[in-house]
């Protein structure tokens, strides 16, 4: 019901719906619903998690409008539907499901969520079916829209382990086994992820990418606990994996896109482990598709960043020939700045990046779009970029300096005005700090000459030697 109508979402929220749903505080009864607790149970969740739903047996439950009017008793003693039925897969998908439409787009439905312990709840339902692709969607749906855009319940999806729930220890017998040795132990072997339980699941991979970017998203602790049990890993493996599903890869590449960005150690290992490689076949692939390019665009830039063996990898695998097929084929504006800010990255400190993008005609591609560009964001990145590629090339600035001559007035000793007006404009706070260097530089060797030149004599005899 509330996933076609954000009113009834809002709605949902005020009344204590996901409260309800944590914690069955009635049951729904009718001629609809005789049978098992847990049938009962699965159905009330599914009025909340679609405008129309059948049961096993083909029997309508509800739909918009609920022309049904089923009738609502309390019970007596409340139950948590999701630790009550722990072992009933139908109950945890349709009240995943229906956590996730109620907590989408409602800031105070994830307030609220957050604060009923619905994450506790989501992590036991991860571990509990890690082999049930349907629930590993619902929970990791569920777990995307809880933390999207709410930093506290990001922070505390990584206190509570959620993060390590998408990299879960394998079952057996459907038992859980003990934790294995963290990653960063010697003797530790890389554990079976649920990404990779779900590796061909396209669903369960797009749910998984998203909730992992939001988790990761301004939380500089989330990213550190993602780099150390290697989710790059993960990441990895579904681009090489997914390479025919643009909706995963969007998903997948934002996903390295944040992970990296601010985080040295996750910039290293993707540059070690030629991150940048997987990214560039998918950027070859998908040309002319502007949101990926944007979405690949970043996740190059941030790799990229202060790390300059990863720009020197950058260049020898063909990136920046990359880079100008791309920026030739777009036309978006926003996909384009995004390849400029890439662009300027890559070729900041990098003298041969700046050769190869001048020999393969980058250079002059930045310089059309600094020139023609319609929106300011597009100018300004290009204008950076283009600089990044043509300054000095990569050789230091030959400065030189015509000082103004000094003109003495007759009799005062003192320069004339007008040539103080000049050394005054030169040496001022506002003119180019490299000038001021130049004109430091000079006046330290005039100093110098005169310390070390010999003196005239003043008697007329030569100086001592």
């Known amino acids: ?57 083909g029997r309508i439950l509800a739909w918009v409008g609920n022309p049904l009017k089923l009738r609502i008793r309390p019970v007596r003693r409340p139950a948590k539907a999701m630790g009550r039925f722990l072992d009933s897969a139908g109950v945890q998908k349709q009240a995943l499901g229906a956590v996730w439409n109620i907590v989408a787009g409602s800031s105070g439905n994830q307030e609220v969520a957050g604060r009923i312990g619905m994450l506790e709840s989501l992590r036991t339902a991860m571990g509990s079916f890690q082999d049930h692709p349907e629930i590993q969607k619902m929970a990791c749906g569920a777990l995307w829209q809880m933390c999207l855009g709410h930093p506290n319940n990001k922070a505390r999806a990584g206190k509570l382990g959620l993060l390590e729930s998408l990299q879960s220890p394998p079952l057996q017998n459907g038992a859980q086994l003990p934790a294995p040795p963290r990653p960063t132990e010697p003797s530790c072997e890389p554990p079976q992820t649920a990404l990779r339980r779900h590796l061909m699941n396209t669903d369960v991979q797009h ?8 988790l990761t998203s301004d939380n500089a602790h989330n990213k550190v606990i993602a780099g150390k049990i290697q989710l790059l890993a993960d990441l990895q493996a579904t681009i090489s994996t997914h390479m025919a599903n643009i909706k995963i890869l969007k998903e997948t590449c934002g996903a390295v896109w944040i992970m990296v960005a601010g985080n040295k150690d996750n910039r290293k290992w993707a540059g070690e482990n030629y991150l940048l490689a997987d990214l560039q076949r998918v950027m070859r692939r998908y040309v002319h598709e502007a949101e990926l390019q944007r979405q690949l665009a970043f996740a190059v830039m941030h790799i990229l960043m202060h790390e300059q063996d990863n720009k020197m990898q950058a260049g020898i695998i063909g990136l920046i020939q990359d880079f100008k097929a791309v920026a030739d084929a777009l036309t978006d504006e926003e996909a384009l700045s995004a390849v400029c800010d890439a662009v300027s990255e890559a070729c900041h400190h990098c003298h041969e990046n700046k050769v190869l993008a001048r020999d393969c005609g980058l250079l002059e591609t930045v310089k059309r779009m600094q020139d023609f560009a319609e929106s300011e964001m597009l100018s300004r990145s290009a204008t950076y970029a283009y600089m990044h590629m043509k300054l000095y090339e990569g050789k230091p600035p030959k400065i030189s300096i015509s000082l103004p001559q000094l003109q003495i007035s007759p009799g005062s000793g003192a320069p004339s005005q007008d040539s103080a007006k000049g050394l005054s404009s030169l040496m001022s706070p506002r003119s180019d700090l490299q000038w001021r260097r130049a004109i430091g530089k000079i006046s330290a060797v005039q100093r110098m000459h005169a310390a070390i030149s010999p003196r005239k004599p003043v008697d007329g005899n030569s100086p001592r030697s």
């Open 207 to 214: 749910e998984a990418c998203g909730a992992l970017r939001t």
């Open 1 to 57: 019901m509330v996933a076609q109508d954000p009113s009834l979402r809002e709605r949902a929220g005020e009344i204590g719906l996901l409260s309800d749903i944590k914690n069955v505080g009635f049951l729904l009864s009718g001629p609809l619903f005789k049978g098992k607790s847990g049938q009962r149970a699965s159905g009330r969740c599914i009025l909340c998690f679609g405008g129309a739903a059948v049961t096993d047996q």
